[in-house]
């Protein structure tokens, strides 16, 4: 069965320290990963997916089939990217299994 | 472009009642999905709907329906209201179905209260 675990939900650091928000799924077949991130009274957004290989506002984020991983980095944190985080396995029908999200609070 | 739009944005409902919400997908979009979002949590699966059949549904009971009409819009009904069911109810739209597929795009939400 799918499943996407985001093991804490809070992480606090200081401004322009390095961030990595963790992510770990279980999956039968060939997944693909979002993150998915929502600002203060925002809706829901997408931040980046495994298969464009991009980085955006300076996340990155590595699938790692042999650790079931696709944690999200930053190496300088900042203010604004104070907000929910939430990594999403889509399957074969584009469906999505989101995990229960991470709060990243950059503290000046 | 107004992105997915969803009404009513908030809702109080009483135990035992039935509630429809809305959904208007992006333009050109012709898959709607559904998610059920309690609080402290992530988003859950409910329904997925292209081209107005219904192509998933998660694990939720029949007490929950959906229906997608020609323009793609979507309505999901609740009957037989519980208090588990209060939730933020979210509706995302994307060009096409399967892996590969364009982002999905969600709405603002539905703050549905059963009291």
């Known amino acids: 069965a799918q499943r996407v675990t985001q093991p804490e939900k809070l992480l606090s650091v200081f401004k322009g320290a390095p961030v990595e928000l963790k992510c770990n799924y279980s999956?039968?077949?060939?997944?693909?990963l979002f993150w998915y991130v929502q600002y203060s009274r925002q809706r829901l957004q997408l931040l980046l997916r495994?298969?464009s290989r991009e980085s955006i506002k300076g996340f990155t984020a590595d699938l790692n089939k042999g650790e079931t991983s696709f944690h999200l980095k930053k190496p300088f944190a900042q203010e604004e990217d104070s907000a929910m985080y939430y990594c999403a396995l889509n399957d074969n029908f584009n469906k999505f299994y989101f995990g229960s999200g991470t709060k990243l609070n950059v503290k000046p | 472009d107004a992105g997915v739009t969803q009404s009513p944005t908030h809702l109080i409902k009483t135990r035992g009642q039935q509630v429809t919400l809305r959904c208007s997908p992006i333009s050109g979009h012709k898959s709607v999905s559904w998610y059920q979002q309690v609080l402290g949590q992530g988003p859950q699966f409910i329904f997925q709907y292209y081209e107005k059949e219904e192509r998933g549904r998660g694990n939720f009971p029949d007490r929950f329906s959906a229906r997608q009409f020609p323009n793609y819009s979507s309505e999901l009904n609740v009957n037989a209201l519980l208090l588990g069911d209060s939730a933020l109810y979210l509706c995302a739209s994307s060009v096409f179905l399967g892996q590969g597929a364009s982002e999905a795009f969600f709405g603002q939400g539905t703050r549905l209260t059963v009291v």
């Open positions: 999956y039968s077949g060939s997944p693909e």
């Open positions: 495994h298969i």
